[in-house]
């Protein structure tokens, strides 16, 4: 049984005619295409795990700057306890 072919037709707008006439010199139109798309298709996947990956670290930083915030947070009403309480003994 042989392999059934997928067909496609597709019509270029005049600002495209460079396009078209590269495409015309190429011995293997289809696999030229399909070569193309699908180096598109893998930085598309590669660009989504450097943003996936960028968010990751982004998420991980604003977790602990507000860990960091709250820890400052403790020390300062700390601080305030201490400086209310060595008034307090002085006075």
Do not use: W
């Amino acid at each position: 049984m042989s392999e059934q072919r997928l067909r496609l037709s597709i019509s270029f707008r005049e600002e495209y005619r460079y396009i078209y006439n590269h495409l015309r010199k190429q011995p293997n139109r289809s696999d030229y295409i399909c070569r193309i798309l699908q180096k598109e298709i893998a930085e598309e996947k590669s660009l989504e795990k450097q943003m996936s990956h960028l968010l990751s670290l982004i998420s991980e930083r604003y977790v602990m700057n507000l860990e960091n915030v709250a820890e400052i947070g403790k020390t300062e009403q700390k601080l305030e306890n201490e400086d209310i309480e060595l008034i307090n003994t002085l006075f």
